[in-house]
């Protein structure tokens, strides 16, 4: 069980190793190359817009950097939404986009939340020279962690009376993923179910976190920085849809084998990204 447990921390990053072929997009609801443009335009019709990521990815990091102008140079109010941060860390996200801490300051607190500065350091100088709000979504590791090894009744009162209920309320689509994920390291079925639970919490509590956002600030288009696991239109998004109606989108980069045309279509995200590693999009 130790071994699914620290395996969440990494899963759902990603669905696998990414290559990709030429940089364009495609729109997995009409079924056809699209273009940035494009793309862009149906974008500001949204209120939430989730862009994923392998975390290590520079070229994927360089994506989420360019919806996140092009909806901010086109005039929208845009904020940022990040799994990297957790609630605990609003204070500092506020104090970033201020300019009242300078990058090394900053720097050390992002790896108290996060890990891979570098990655992320362009969209966090982009957001606080344009003075984009960063909106903290995730919780404590901890409170994932102990779900996946006990199951969600394992929590605390306390605990729980900060999160969300946690049952493993999900498609069939999202077992089998999951069950992938895993690859075998569940012994029994109990150890599936904390997984999932596990799994619906961290989704679930972003989903909440975000929503609170949105409530707040309704004019506003959050651009939420996830792995493809939470991105997805079973992750994130359909936790938010439980809660409201919501208009969202979600943009997945290719990943070979994984999230490619062969392997996603418009169940599991609105556009799949491809090339994000060897150009811009357009």
């Known amino acids: 069980m130790k071994r ?6 990494l899963l ?15 729109n997995l609801n009409t079924q056809d190359v699209t273009t940035f443009a494009e793309i862009v335009a ?18 994927h990091h360089s994506a989420q950097l360019q919806v996140i102008k092009a909806l901010r140079e086109g005039g929208g109010e845009v904020s940022i939404g990040l799994e990297m941060f957790r609630q605990d860390g609003q204070d500092a996200l506020d104090r970033w986009v201020r300019g009242e801490l300078d990058e090394f300051e900053f720097g050390e607190i992002f790896q108290q939340h996060w890990s891979n500065w570098h990655a992320y350091r362009e969209i966090f100088i982009y957001a606080r020279d344009e003075q ?20 969600f ?20 689509e999202y077992r089998k993923f999951i069950r992938r ?11 599936f179910e904390h997984f999932c639970e596990a799994q619906m919490l961290w989704d679930a509590s972003m989903a909440k976190n975000l929503e ?59 556009y799949l990204l491809q090339g994000v590693e060897v150009g811009p999009l357009h």
């Not at 990053?13 to 997009?25: E, K, T, V």
């Not at 009744?153 to 069939?172: D, F, G, H, K």
């Not at 991105?231 to 980069?253: C, M, N």
Request: one cysteine or more; hydrophobic letters at 40%; glycine letters at 8%.
């Open 42 to 59: 149906d974008l500001r019709q949204s209120q939430a817009v989730f862009v994923g990521e392998m975390h290590g990815e520079t070229g």
């Open 132 to 151: 984009i709000p960063l909106i903290g979504l995730n919780i404590p590791r901890e409170f994932v962690n102990q779900v996946a090894r006990e199951g």
């Open 181 to 191: 994920a895993l690859h075998g390291h569940a012994d029994n079925e109990r150890d």
């Open 12 to 26: 759902f990053s990603s669905f696998g190793m990414s290559i990709s072929a030429a940089a364009h997009s495609f």
């Open 212 to 270: 609170s956002y949105l409530v707040a600030q309704p004019q506003r288009v959050v651009v939420v920085l996830a792995g493809n696991g939470h991105s997805w239109k079973h992750g994130i998004p359909e936790q938010l849809a439980r809660r409201g109606s919501y208009r969202t989108r979600v943009l997945l980069p290719e990943v070979h084998g994984r999230i490619d045309l062969q392997h996603i279509d418009s169940d599991d995200a609105d």
């Open 4 to 9: 699914i447990t620290i395996g969440l921390l």
């Open 153 to 172: 009744a394992s929590l605390s009162e306390a605990q729980r009376a900060q999160l969300p209920i946690a049952t493993c309320n999900v498609s069939p």
